[in-house]
């Protein structure tokens, strides 16, 4: 029956996105109506573009992007918009239907266009023959080349506001420079073996390459994927063999897998404390620190180095 609603609610999407799916050409007024899927992006674009975009967030903080479903008022968010900008590389697996239906005139996938040697692979799980890792927000170089995509696109679309979005990226960049020299200060206070970070799902593999840092996943790239007796399992025993002090959960998945194995290395005699809550697939509130990509970044820095060193006190 749940299968059954998804083809259904599909369906009338398509039908709803026909005469949609050519590039709504602009009149020439600003802002530009921007949906993207992704409140990362969502706030990048807003960096950028400023006061010639207005940009709607479909996936809001909370919310889960591997299983997301599109409901009427995004129906009516995307008919709306004159340009849609997505993640891709099957982040948003529910909606891509829905993408190919608008055209790659009028929605965009960041991830897409990024030079496939950069991008992570996954062999590990059964099924995931050749599966990219779609979390290129957690490289703060590779979420740069994903907006030098997207500011090409909204100077497509404002090529009178060229030099104004150029310069509103510049300065941006500036910003995503400063934080990765902050981020790099910071990790520098960890000693190689506090060096792991284990997690609910695994999509810190990016965040874990730029930053020298181990990431143990319970959970696949998609959250879709199931977990299992044998992944609890394995994880506790790697906990308690290596002696890793602590787990993290992270603010659009259930805690419950992650407080399962803090339970079972505790019954093998092992104490692993909670590092906190990260944010993964799903930023903060609107108007909090948090609910900025960059505010996000540095809180998921703050909380993982602070809870590694305060293990080693």
Known sequence: MKKLKTMLGLSV????????????????????????????????????GGELVEVTSLMGPG??????QATQN????????????????????????IFEQMGPSKSVALGDSIDEEKLLKNFEYEGAVDLVDPHIWFDVDIWKEALDIATETLIQH??????????RQQDYFNELDEL??????????????????????DAFGYFGRMHDLEVIGLQGLSTEDEI?????????????????PSVFVESSISPRSIQA????????????????????DAMGEKGTKEGTYIGMYEHNVETIVNALLREEE
């Open 158 to 167: 404002l090529p009178e506001d060229e030099d104004q979005l150029k310069q």
């Open 261 to 280: 194995v803090i339970e079972g290395a505790k019954e093998k005699g092992h104490d692993v404390t909670l590092g906190g809550e990260l944010f993964s």
């Open 13 to 48: 999407l398509s039908i709803a996105l026909v005469g949609c799916s050519e590039a709504q050409e602009g009149d020439g007024d600003t802002p530009i109506r921007i949906v993207t899927t992704t409140s990362q992006i969502g706030d990048s674009i807003e960096q950028i």
């Open 74 to 97: 995004d129906i009516q968010s995307l008919q709306n918009a004159d340009l849609v900008l997505y993640n891709g590389l099957h982040l948003e697996g529910r909606m891509n239907e």
């Open 180 to 201: 990765i020299a902050q981020t790099a200060q910071k990790m520098d206070q960890l000693s190689d073996e506090q060096r792991v970070l284990v997690t609910a799902h």
């Open 63 to 68: 919310v889960d992007p591997h299983t997301y």
């Open 228 to 244: 299992g007796i044998r992944d609890i399992d394995s994880t506790i025993e790697i906990l308690v063999e290596r002696n890793i």
